[in-house]
């Protein structure tokens, strides 16, 4: 039960958080390029038609055959999963517990202290929860980012729960 943080106070929702199953999230970043790359978000139809035409220009020039490369890249992904250093983003899990409309701010509890951000800031939080391909059992089970990457180098450890006050 160590692994469970819980995400209270001023929700509509309580929401459990499980930091060992997001592995398996699509929505996974890697932590060692997240933060230095200068991209800005954009719109999801302009992601979409993005991928789309890759897809496209792929198959124009491999074929629409399933090409050897297709099975090396599946390897190099797995690989990535074993050795690689990923979080998730906050803001999902923020979103479906439906903050009350006078909360203001996140309290992020650890074994220590208590940190307090405006909740605005709280949602772009990045959940760091691997590192090197293996959960942070250590000072874990998640390390907080904030999202400019301020903190990159000494994240807030040894989280225990989040509250919205």
Not at 75 to 86: A, C, I, M, P
Not at 146 to 165: L, W
Request: proline residues 7%.
């Amino acid at each position: 039960m160590e692994n469970i943080i819980v995400l209270s106070g001023k929700v509509k929702y309580t929401i459990t958080l499980e930091p060992t199953v997001w592995i398996f999230d699509d929505r996974k970043i890697d932590l060692t390029t997240y933060f230095s790359s200068t991209s800005n978000p954009s719109n999801e139809l302009e992601e979409y038609t993005k991928s789309i035409s890759k897809h496209w220009d792929r198959e124009i020039t491999e074929g629409a055959i399933y090409p050897p490369t297709l099975k090396t890249e599946k390897k190099y992904e797995k690989e990535k999963v074993l050795t690689g250093s990923f979080g998730i983003p906050f803001q999902p899990f923020l979103k479906n517990a439906e903050p009350d409309e006078t909360a203001a701010f996140l309290v992020i509890k650890t074994a220590t202290l208590e940190h307090e951000i405006p909740l605005e800031k709280a949602m772009n939080l990045v959940l760091g929860f691997s590192n090197a391909g293996k959960p942070l059992s250590e000072d874990g089970p998640v390390h907080v980012y904030f999202g400019d990457g301020s903190n990159q180098q000494e994240p807030i450890k040894h989280v225990r729960e989040f509250i919205v006050k």
